[in-house]
């Protein structure tokens, strides 16, 4: 399973970024998908993830500002952050976990500068 990241980048506090993540076809399912980021020195963290069903769980660190979506009955997400904060700097990676394997994208830059 290849999974493509798009939409990173630099941005000023306050602003937003729409991070993708679609993952390769072929892929028969629906899958729970997820990015993750990991800030310099820092552990790789959870940011939003998706179940196979919809639910959606977010950090609280990014509550009420990211939202993340699948579309329809694909394994494709969309994360949208807003207000975002010199903290949310970071390498976000796009996963997804199919039968017993976790598969991860290449990470994407997302650089918040005040």
């Known amino acids: 399973v290849q999974l493509v990241e798009s939409g990173g980048g630099s941005v000023q506090v306050g602003g937003s970024l729409r991070l993708s993540c679609a993952a390769s076809e072929g892929l028969s399912g629906i899958w729970p998908m997820g990015w993750y980021r990991e800030a310099p020195g820092k552990l790789r963290q959870v940011v939003a993830t998706i179940s196979r069903d919809g639910e959606i769980f977010y950090a609280s660190s990014v509550k009420g500002r990211f939202t993340l979506s699948r579309e329809n009955a694909k394994n494709t997400v969309h994360l949208q952050m807003s207000n975002l904060k010199p903290e949310d700097t970071a390498v976000y990676f796009c996963?997804?976990?199919?039968?017993?394997?976790?598969?991860w994208g290449q990470g994407t830059q997302v650089t918040v500068s005040s």
């Open positions: 996963n997804i976990a199919t039968i017993g394997t976790f598969h």
